[in-house]
């Protein structure tokens, strides 16, 4: 079965710091993984997603995911945090193109000035 | 292109009475849509999937009979929470794949739900 560990359920750094956000998942198959952010009482909005493709995944606002098998992990990095970044992120995974995703618990990032 | 609009987003009911939230793909068709739940601080849990022109299939632990899902159109789907209870007060969230982006899926806005 598969499953979703985010590790760190809050995670908080200062504007201008490079955020990194941990997302490890099991699968018995090549997965789709993504990465969600969700900002208080909307909707889920796509950051980026790894399919197979290349490893490196660049997303929106600047944030990239490296997949890396060997460490099963799929972490969120962004050079530069900026106060807008403040939401709940979630790292989901599926085995099949058009399947139901399996969430994490979500990594609520803060942003200090 | 790939939006999915979810109605109402916000709306508060009584105890014992029923709330109906709509999912529509505004832009693609849809054979399956998926209906999830959050509970506040808590990440999405998938409720159920829902299957255009046939029955749904619904996770363990979710009565079939309290959340009724119908998806009568290739662009509608609907969950309606019958009887509702405060312990049924979360926020509901759908989505869909078009046919030709099937490895990403596309949610609505999401519904709070308040069962007062």
């Known amino acids: 079965a598969q499953s979703v560990t985010q590790l760190g359920s809050h995670v908080s750094v200062s504007e201008g710091a490079l955020v990194l956000l941990r997302c490890n998942y099991s699968s018995s198959v090549p997965p789709y993984l993504f990465w969600y952010v969700q900002y208080p009482n909307q909707g889920l909005q796509l950051l980026l997603k790894?399919?197979?493709?290349?490893?490196l995944v660049k997303g929106i606002n600047g944030f990239e995911a490296e997949f890396k098998k060997s460490e099963t992990s799929f972490h969120l990095t962004k050079p530069s945090a900026h106060m807008s970044d403040a939401a709940e992120y979630f790292c989901?995974?599926?085995?099949?193109?058009?399947?139901?995703?399996?969430f994490g618990k979500g990594t609520t990032l803060s942003v200090s000035s | 292109g790939a939006v999915v609009s979810q109605h109402p987003s916000r709306v508060i009911c009584k105890s014992g009475t029923s709330v109906k939230i709509e999912c529509r793909s505004l832009d693609f068709q849809a054979t399956t849509m998926f209906w999830y739940r959050q509970f506040p601080k808590q990440s999405l849990m998938l409720m159920a999937t829902?299957?255009?022109?046939?029955?749904?299939?619904?996770e363990q632990g979710v009565e079939k009979d309290k959340f009724l899902i119908n998806h009568a159109s290739l662009t509608l789907s609907t969950l309606t929470v019958t009887s509702a209870h405060p312990e049924d007060s979360s926020f509901y969230i759908c989505?869909?794949?078009?046919?030709?982006?099937?490895?990403?899926?596309?949610f609505g806005q999401g519904t709070r739900l308040t069962v007062v």
């Open positions: 829902s299957n255009e022109g046939s029955k749904a299939t619904y």
């Open positions: 989901a995974v599926s085995d099949q193109a058009g399947t139901a995703l399996i």
């Open positions: 989505s869909a794949s078009p046919a030709n982006k099937r490895a990403e899926a596309f």
């Open positions: 790894y399919t197979s493709a290349a490893t």
